[in-house]
Structures are given as structure tokens and as C-alpha cells.
């Protein structure tokens, strides 16, 4: 079993395999996208496989896949492959925008993949033309289709964002009616690569609770999972559940089971500090496994106890400005 010098265990990894992306969500990078990393700035498959290999060996038990748009990535069913054979690995799941997705669900299940956090801020085309700068919408909704064709446990992610699409919220709730899916709303984040200013948190967990219950007073608290990031929530008569992320006020950090890896290879022990080592760097100097081990138990025994912590020791002063796509959400 992998715990930090919180006590805390560490099971679950992020690995964003790409910073590339076929939309431009406005909260997360510029119109113009970003500085894309080179191929050979990127981690390989191998390198990939080689890392998840030996974290699920010291007690990584869940690894999900994202981005950048992880469909993006050229051959990535050969990497959902490999990672698919790793014994000791409970849980591989996927977080996508469904742009590129439908095609592929069949083929992720037959891995056993079965669960895919689906992001969608909007169900009006026009919105999610302004939002995320592309007119995907109808291809959004197919993967949606699919994924509830092929029983997937789907997970429906919104960003809340100040006059963009607060008017979204009661309709994404009332999709819960007649889909058993679940609808988390997220709290946006600075991590938008400086596409815009970030004004500051307007819509944290309690507004969006309360603008919920207002609409849906019958709403009731579910007991949340352990590790749960999200306030999990259900509509009597409704088929799916609603659940709000406070990621910004960071309500959850106490429990955090995760660490992230980016594009890049950088292991990131929380989403808030800027990188704690670079694994990609480690293997192409030559580490073997065993060295490997060493160095990642000593960098997951010095986390940070909360995202406020990570924050403040970051290297880099000014702020947040990388885009999520360079992390991963
Ligand atoms: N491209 C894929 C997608 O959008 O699902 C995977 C990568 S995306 C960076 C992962 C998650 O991060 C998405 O659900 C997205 O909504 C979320 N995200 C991106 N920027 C964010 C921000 N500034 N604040 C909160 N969540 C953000
Ligand atoms: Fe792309 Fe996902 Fe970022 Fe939107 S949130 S720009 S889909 S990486």
C-alpha cells in the first residue's frame, strides 16, 4: 500500500497523455491554443507503460487517462491496450470532450474500460460553440449515446462559469431525470493558460447547491465515497445523480488519493503545485527500476498537506498560468 507522509493512501493516478486538443474551452486555454509540446518533449507509450507498470507495483490501483484531448493522440487504443494487461490495476477509466470518442466505445469496453467522465458545460449548440470555440456539439452528444448504448457509468463534467452557462445548470440537472447519469458541476479554476482573466471564484459549490435546491427542493444528499471528490446529491424519480466539485475551494484535499503525471512526464503530487519531478528526464538518463521506486516513494512522501500548501510553495510566484490541457484536469 502507497501512502504520503500525510498518511494518506495514494491509489489513483491521472496520467494526461497528451497537452494537444481538438476544442479551445475558453477556461482552459487561449483562442490560439497553446505552445504545443514537440514529440519528443512527450513522454512515449512505452515510457508510459513503463511508469504505470511500476506505480501499480508499489499500490496505484486506478489510472485514468487524459489530456489535452486524449483521443488526439495518435494510436492511443495501443496504449489503452497495454495499460488494460497491467496485473494489479483494478480500475482504467477516461475523461474525453466526445469529440473524437463514439468510434472507439465498443473497442474500450471489450478492454474492460467502463467508466468515462464525458466534459459538457452546455446541451444548446450555440453556447457550445462560444465556450469551447468549435461547432463539436452534435459529435459530443453521439459519444454521449454510445457510451449509455454500451452501459458505460458515465459521468457528465461542467464547468460553472460566471455569464456563460449558469443558465445550463437546471437543464444538466434535469438530465439525470431520464439518464442514469451523473452530473458533476465543477468550480472554474485559474488554469486556463492565460486565455482569459480569471475574475475570481464566483460560482462556488454552495451557490450552485443552493441554485439547485431551489429549483429541485426534494433534492437529497447521498453518503459520498470514500475519496470522493465531489458532494454527491439525487432527485427523487430521477435516474441519475447530481454532484458538485468544490476544486477551487478545495474542500477534499484531507482524503486525496491521487497524483498526476503530465504530457511531459512530470509528477505532480497535487493539481496546485508546479511539478515535483520529471520521470520522463529519470528514464531517459538511464534509471533502472529499482532507483526509479526509490525516487518516486521519496517525492510522494513529501506532498504537500492541502492545495493551499502546494500553492504557496510553488517555485513560480505569480500565480497559476498553466492551461489544465498541460495537466490534465
Ligand atoms: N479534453 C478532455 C476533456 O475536456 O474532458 C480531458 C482534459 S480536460 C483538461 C479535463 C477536465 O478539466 C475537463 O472536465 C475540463 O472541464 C476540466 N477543466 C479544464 N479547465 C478547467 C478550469 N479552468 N477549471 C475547472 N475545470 C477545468
Ligand atoms: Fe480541450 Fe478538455 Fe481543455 Fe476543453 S477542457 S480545451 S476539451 S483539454
Redesign the pocket.
Known sequence: MLTDNHGRRVNYLRLAVTDR?????FY??PEDGLHWLSRAELMSYEEMLRGCALLVKMGIEKIRIT???PFVRKDIMKLLTGLSKLKGLKELSMTT?GVLTAPYVAEMKALGINSVNL?LDTLDADRFFTI?RRDEFKNVMATLDELLKHNFTVKINAVVMDGKNTKDILPLVQLTKDLPVSVRFIEEMPFNGDGHIYQGLQWDYIRILDEITAHFPAIQKLEDPAYSTSYNYHIPGHKGNVGIIAAYSRTFCGSCNRIRITPQGTLKNCLYDDGVLNIKDLMRSGINDEQLEQTLLHAINQRAKDGREAEQLRVEKTGVHE???TIG?
Open positions: 486538443c481538438n476544442l479551445r474551452c482552459c486555454m489530456g489535452g484531448e470532450n466534459s469551447t492551461s489544465m490541457a484536469g
